[in-house]
C-alpha cells in the first residue's frame, strides 16, 4: 500500500494492533477472544485504509482482501462500512451502560463524565506527540469532510442511546420508554456527540496534544455543567414515579 497525505498505513495499522492489545480482557474465553481479535483487525485495517486514502475511496471489498477474510465476514462484524469508522462507539456504549445501570456505582454525573473521555494516543506506546497528532489530524479530516461520516456521527447515536436508555431503566426499575429515562439517555449521547465536536475541531486546530487535550476537556466541563443538573435529577427522588414493578405488580 501506497503512503498517502504523509501517513503509511501498514505503520497505522501497527500502531492500531500494539494499542488495542493492551485492552484484551483476560477474562475472555479462547473463542470470544479469537472473535475480537478478528474484529479489531478488521476495524484497524479499514481505518489504516480510510485515513491513507479517504474514506469514499476505499471499498469493503479491499478492507477484506486487506484482511484476509470474506466480504460476508466483514459485515457479520461490521453491519455498515460506517461503523468500522466509529466503532468505538458500541465498545463507550457498553462500557458507559454496565458502570450506570447499578446505581451502587455511584452518581450519574460522577460515572459518565470519566468514561466519555479524552483519551488520546499519548498514552500508547511507541507514538511520539508529533506521529500521534498526526493521525488524529486525519482522522478528523476524514470525518469531518466526509458528507457520509457527517450523517453517519448522528445515525450512531440512535443505537448508543438504545443501549444506555435500558441501562437506565433497569437502574430506576421504569421502562426503556419512561421520559425520565429517554431524556437523561439523550443528554448522555449528547455528552459523547460534543466529544466528538470537539475533538475534530480541536485536531485541526491545535498545534500539539497537549492542546488538543486541553481544549477537549475545557468543552467537555462546559457541557457538563449543563447536563449535570438533568443526570442529578434522575438520581433525586422517585416521588411520583411509577416503577415497572410497582405499576404491574
Known amino acids: 500500500m501506497q503512503a498517502t497525505n504523509g501517513l503509511d498505513p501498514e505503520r497505522i495499522i501497527e500502531i492500531l494492533e500494539s494499542a488495542n492489545a493492551l485492552v484484551l480482557s483476560p477474562d475472555e474465553g479462547l473463542r470470544e477472544r479469537k472473535k475480537r481479535r478478528l474484529r479489531q483487525r478488521i476495524s484497524n485495517v479499514a481505518t489504516a485504509l480510510f485515513l491513507a486514502e479517504g474514506f469514499e475511496a476505499v471499498s469493503v471489498a479491499r478492507i477484506a482482501a486487506r484482511s484476509e477474510v470474506s466480504e ?58 508529533a506521529e500521534g497528532l498526526a493521525i488524529l489530524r486525519r482522522f478528523a479530516e476524514v470525518a469531518s469532510t466526509s458528507p457520509t461520516l457527517r450523517g453517519a456521527q448522528y445515525l450512531s447515536m440512535e443505537p448508543f442511546m438504545g443501549t444506555i436508555a435500558t441501562a437506565l431503566a433497569e437502574r430506576n426499575e421504569t421502562g426503556p420508554d419512561d421520559p425520565e429515562v429517554l431524556l437523561t439517555a439523550l443528554v448522555i449521547a449528547g455528552l459523547v456527540l460534543i466529544r466528538q465536536r470537539s475533538f475534530q475541531q480541536h485536531a485541526l486546530s491545535d498545534a500539539s496534544l497537549a492542546a488538543m ?14 447536563a449535570k443538573p438533568t443526570l442529578d435529577a434522575f438520581d433525586g427522588p422517585r416521588d411520583g414515579r411509577r416503577s415497572v414493578r410497582s405499576s404491574t405488580g
Open 213 to 226: 487535550t486541553r481544549g477537549v476537556e475545557r468543552d467537555l466541563e462546559r457541557a457538563i455543567k449543563v
Open 72 to 129: 460476508q465476514t466483514v459485515f457479520n462484524y461490521f453491519p455498515t462500512k460506517e461503523s468500522m469508522f466509529f466503532d468505538e462507539a458500541d465498545d463507550l456504549s457498553r462500557a458507559i451502560a454496565e458502570a450506570i445501570r447499578d446505581p451502587a456505582n455511584g452518581r450519574l454525573s460522577e460515572i459518565v463524565r470519566p468514561l466519555i473521555g479524552p483519551a488520546f494516543p499519548e498514552r500508547w506506546p511507541g507514538v511520539d506527540a
